[in-house]
T-cell receptor, first 115, second 112 residues
Framework: AQSVTQPDIHITVSEGASLELRCNYS??????LFWYVQSPGQGLQLLLK??????LVQGIKGFEAEFKRSQSSFNLRKPSVHWSDAAEYFC?????????????FGKGTLLTVNP | NAGVMQNPRHLVRRRGQEARLRCSPM?????VYWYRQLPEEGLKFMVY????????ESGMPKERFSAEFPKEGPSILRIQQVVRGDSAAYFC??????????FGQGTRLTVV
């Protein structure tokens, strides 16, 4: 069964600092990978996704993520964090084969941004 | 094109009552998913539906929970005889082809 691990439950960074959120997955083949962001009391917004091709993917709000097959990782990065980035971030994996597109999520990383 | 619409946004039920959560997918989307978010547990898949069909309900509790996506109208997640442990945020997502899910704002269910 596929699984996703986000090792960091809570990260605090200063505004303007760089950010990296870690995500490791377990899946037999190359999965489809996603990062979502959730603000308090809100739904999930897709930041970026990886299906195939270039392993460095660009997303919205200045985020990017790199797929590393050898490390089974899909870490999210941003060079300079803004106060509005404070939210919870979820990494998710989807079965790339078959016709069932359900997502398996990590438990999330809560990001706090200090002024 | 409106996003995925869920209602109500907040729902309070007493133990033993029924909860009905509604989800209207984005226009043109025929795939609907329900997820449950419990505190500190992330989101867990519950059920995957296409019009009039349940494709995968492996994440649904065996009792009291049911889901439907009729030919006309929204998808409904129904919880009978609610208990305190059902308190959670329930999210619906829809997709045109299945590969990218768009999420609604969620329904926050509180059982008192």
């Amino acid at each position: 069964a596929q699984s996703v691990t986000q090792p960091d439950i809570h990260i605090t960074v200063s505004e303007g600092a760089s950010l990296e959120l870690r995500c490791n997955y377990s899946y037999g083949a190359t999965p489809y990978l996603f990062w979502y962001v959730q603000s308090p009391g809100q739904g999930l917004q897709l930041l970026l996704k990886y299906f195939s091709g270039d392993t460095l993917v660009q997303g919205i709000k200045g985020f990017e993520a790199e797929f590393k097959r050898s490390q089974s990782s899909f870490n999210l990065r941003k060079p300079s964090v803004h106060w509005s980035d404070a939210a919870e971030y979820f990494c998710a994996v989807m079965n790339s084969g078959g016709s069932n597109y359900k997502l398996t999520f990590g438990k999330g990383t809560l990001l706090t941004v200090n002024p | 094109n409106a996003g995925v619409m869920q209602n109500p946004r907040h729902l309070v039920r007493r133990r033993g009552q029924e909860a009905r959560l509604r989800c209207s997918p984005m226009k043109g989307h025929s795939h609907v998913y329900w997820y449950r978010q419990l505190p500190e547990e992330g989101l867990k898949f519950m059920v995957y539906l296409q019009k009039e069909n349940i494709i995968d309900e492996s994440g649904m509790p065996k009792e009291r929970f049911s889901a439907e996506f009729p030919k006309e109208g929204p998808s409904i997640l129904r919880i009978q005889q609610v208990v305190r442990g059902d308190s959670a945020a329930y999210f619906c997502a829809s997709s045109p082809l299945g590969d990218e899910a768009f999420f609604g704002q969620g329904t926050r269910l509180t059982v008192v």
